[in-house]
């Protein structure tokens, strides 16, 4: 499977265009964990650091959970990798952990994003609030957030792969 990645229009609507961007970097992040197996998906970046391809994958699932369906439709949605016992179990990886699942479980949290998000204006307020903070978000925020947060862990996922196999790219 090659992952087509696809910048939004230059001319696009301000939602087309935050919508682009955060499905362009989803791309991405699917993009840098091509054509490796579940063992180099699974191998940690540097010592001391736990950061991983998969892992990466995984935190990005939580991360798509918690903002799409807890904070933006409040929707009753435990974590699925970390705990409070565990705050990081997204990164602690054993051999029983594949790609296949962390990618599907991902991608099953980016369509209940899409069909989440499809249903608020990018000036609606959160249905549900941040867990720490109390606070509540418009939609715009949220995507915002998203595309950040995406375009940090692919500048990690870049290093990764390059340590991995040598491969780069924009």
């Given at each position: 499977?090659?992952?087509?990645?696809?910048?939004?229009?230059?001319?696009?609507?301000?939602?087309?265009?935050?919508?682009?961007?955060?499905?362009?970097?989803?791309?991405?992040?699917?993009?840098?964990c091509e054509?490796?197996?579940?063992?180099?998906?699974?191998?940690?970046?540097?010592?001391?650091?736990?950061?991983?391809?998969?892992?990466?994958?995984?935190?990005?699932?939580?991360?798509e959970r918690?903002?799409?369906?807890?904070?933006?439709?409040?929707?009753?949605?435990?974590?699925?990798?970390?705990?409070?016992?565990?705050?990081?179990?997204?990164?602690?990886?054993?051999?029983?952990?594949?790609?296949?699942?962390?990618?599907?479980?991902?991608?099953?949290?980016?369509?209940?994003?899409?069909?989440?998000?499809?249903?608020?204006?990018?000036?609606?307020?959160?249905?549900?609030?941040?867990?720490?903070?109390?606070?509540?978000?418009?939609?715009?925020?949220?995507?915002?957030?998203?595309?950040?947060?995406?375009?940090?862990?692919?500048?990690?996922?870049?290093?990764?792969?390059?340590?991995?196999?040598?491969?780069?790219?924009?």
């Amino acid at each position: 499977m090659t992952t087509e990645r696809r910048m939004p229009a230059p001319t696009a609507d301000e939602r087309t265009m935050l919508e682009g961007w955060l499905e362009f970097h989803r791309q991405t992040l699917a993009w840098k964990c091509e054509g490796l197996s579940d063992e180099q998906l699974r191998s940690a970046s540097a010592e001391p650091s736990e950061l991983s391809l998969m892992g990466l994958v995984r935190h990005m699932a939580d991360v798509e959970r918690n903002w799409f369906r807890r904070v933006l439709a409040n929707e009753d949605a435990a974590p699925l990798y970390f705990s409070d016992e565990d705050l990081d179990g997204e990164f602690h990886l054993t051999e029983a952990d594949t790609y296949r699942e962390a990618h599907a479980t991902w991608q099953a949290e980016i369509e209940a994003a899409r069909r989440n998000a499809a249903r608020f204006g990018l000036d609606d307020l959160t249905e549900g609030k941040h867990r720490r903070t109390g606070e509540r978000f418009n939609l715009r925020w949220l995507y915002t957030h998203m595309i950040e947060e995406y375009a940090r862990h692919n500048g990690h996922a870049d290093l990764i792969r390059e340590r991995i196999d040598g491969s780069t790219g924009d």
